[in-house]
């Protein structure tokens, strides 16, 4: 490997030796190696792009210039999420008081129609006494023992119980 050299991936910056892969001592600038790394718990992780092993370098190993630029590059990620989370918000919040505007509007509406129901159903005349059907047992009795008084046999009185029941319902339709 030559000391020195341009780095192979940008052709922008000298290679970093404390860049180098671990397996292979393949190096890489310091901005290509910002772009590749990944935070894990207490060290930085890249895949080298030249033999694909992972290589891991503890917080101390690596230059001071790399960690503020790792960390400025990783706020600017956050910043532009941050904006975007905030656009949405904003249009979320446009879209809650339309719909809150959209809501008083129908209450209002809601309100009028009620009353509108409320002063009409006042308007109508009153129905008499609605009638009450009776079950067949209950009418059955009534009449039955009604029409025994009159004195006509229990088969007669049967015959004009079902011939009044007939006519009972048909009142009701």
Request: charged share 30%; hydrophobic share 35%; proline share 2%.
């Amino acid at each position: 490997m030559r000391m020195n050299s341009e780095c192979v991936i940008c052709f922008n910056d000298v290679i970093n030796i404390n860049n180098n892969c671990n397996i292979c001592n393949n190096g890489i600038c310091n901005s290509c190696y910002i772009h590749m790394v990944h935070r894990k718990k207490q060290t930085l992780s890249h895949k080298c792009p030249f033999c694909k092993n992972e290589n891991f370098k503890e917080w101390i190993d690596i230059d001071k210039k790399v960690i503020v630029d790792f960390f400025i590059r990783n706020e600017k990620i956050m910043i532009k999420e941050i904006l975007k989370l905030q656009d949405i918000i904003y249009s979320k919040d446009i879209e809650i008081r339309k719909k809150d505007k959209e809501l008083e509007l129908n209450k209002e509406l809601s309100g009028e129609q009620q009353n509108i129901i409320n002063s009409l159903l006042l308007s109508l005349p009153k129905p008499n006494d609605v009638k009450k059907k009776m079950k067949y047992q209950q009418f059955y009795k009534i009449t039955y023992w009604g029409l025994r008084d009159i004195d006509i046999s229990p088969q007669e009185a049967i015959k004009r119980v079902s011939v009044l029941w007939k006519e009972y319902k048909l009142s009701f339709e």
